[in-house]
């Protein structure tokens, strides 16, 4: 009855009744807790191509292409018993044959802790809008997003936004990109463009080499994510070292470029419209300057 092993017994059963009363506690005290929140839905150049599914089979079948901007705060949905949201944007519309179409455009993972406050701008849909036909042209979709509440303890739920979008596709099938005057890369990413591989490229001459050239940076866009790059005064990525001593008064060019990785085809090179030189000070610099002193 007072053997170790007893009381071991008796402490491990309590220390199971208390964490089972304090999950009932996290589950019953955000039972009633209805987790809706605002959000804004746009959506940018809806067009219809005419196009064969690979993935299904060769029939040509309709595919929607357009761009999203989504902006949101979640911050407020995370309370203590939220471990991580799963949101997802739904594309609904009506075909002879469906009463009620459902396909999932985009969707997103996120874990508590991690910034819960979304602007996506211009960016295109993480998953391609087939149907399974010709029923796009002329069409009425409706886009709306959700949430899965993944919680602590108790049940999964399942939430609708405040806030839906709705637009209608053109009656006419696209078969060529329209040129785009904005200066970013979400442009890029039509039916067939699965990820990009940008790098940043230093060009420059030495005695002993006509060309020379070394990659400061790169960055990987995946289909989905924002392709809308600002970055201000980072240092590059990687070292630009050079194989002797000459750099000093040396001209250097600095260009972009990117590797468009397919769904289908071969891999594409690109460079960029737009580069940029310079010339290095004709001295070293042996040390670091120093900052000047706010005053007291």
């Known amino acids: 009855m007072h053997s170790f092993l007893s009381r071991l017994n008796t402490l491990f059963a309590f220390t199971i009744s208390v964490l089972a009363v304090l999950t009932i506690g996290v589950f019953v005290s955000t039972y009633f807790e209805k987790y809706h929140e605002t959000v804004s839905i746009g959506v940018n150049k809806p067009i219809v191509k005419h196009?064969?599914?690979?993935?299904?089979?060769?029939?040509?079948?309709?595919?929607?292409?357009?761009?999203?901007?989504?902006?949101?705060?979640?911050?407020?949905?995370?309370?203590?018993?939220?471990?991580?949201?799963?949101?997802?944007?739904?594309?609904?519309?009506?075909?002879?044959?469906?009463?009620?179409?459902?396909?999932?455009?985009?969707?997103?993972?996120?874990?508590?802790?991690?910034?819960?406050?979304?602007?996506?701008?211009?960016?295109?849909?993480?998953?391609?809008?087939?149907?399974?036909?010709?029923?796009?042209?002329?069409?009425?979709?409706?886009?709306?997003?959700?949430?899965?509440?993944?919680?602590?303890?108790?049940?999964?739920?399942?939430?609708?936004?405040?806030?839906?979008?709705?637009?209608?596709?053109?009656?006419?099938?696209?078969?060529s990109r329209a040129a785009s005057p904005k200066p970013n890369l979400n442009q890029l990413f039509d039916w067939n463009v699965k990820q990009l591989f940008l790098y940043l490229i230093a060009e420059y001459v030495t005695p002993t080499n006509s060309l020379n050239q070394i990659v400061l940076w790169d960055k990987i866009i995946r289909r989905g994510e924002n392709a809308r790059i600002y970055l201000h005064d980072i240092a590059t990525k990687y070292y630009f070292w050079d194989d002797g001593e000459n750099l000093r008064s040396n001209n250097v060019t600095l260009s972009l470029a990117w590797n468009i990785i397919p769904n289908a085809g071969c891999l594409l090179h690109v460079p960029a419209n737009g580069s940029t030189s310079f010339i290095f000070s004709d001295q070293y610099t042996t040390s670091r300057a120093a900052s000047p002193k706010p005053s007291s």
């Open 51 to 175: 196009m064969t599914d690979y993935s299904a089979n060769r029939k040509k079948n309709d595919l929607g292409v357009l761009q999203l901007n989504l902006d949101m705060n979640l911050n407020q949905l995370f309370d203590w018993n939220v471990k991580q949201l799963f949101l997802y944007l739904i594309a609904e519309y009506v075909t002879p044959t469906n009463s009620l179409n459902q396909v999932v455009l985009w969707d997103k993972i996120i874990r508590r802790g991690e910034n819960a406050r979304i602007y996506l701008h211009d960016i295109a849909t993480k998953y391609y809008f087939w149907d399974d036909g010709e029923n796009l042209r002329s069409n009425n979709v409706t886009l709306s997003l959700a949430w899965n509440i993944i919680p602590n303890a108790g049940r999964l739920l399942h939430v609708p936004a405040n806030g839906s979008t709705s637009f209608i596709f053109s009656d006419q099938y696209t078969t």
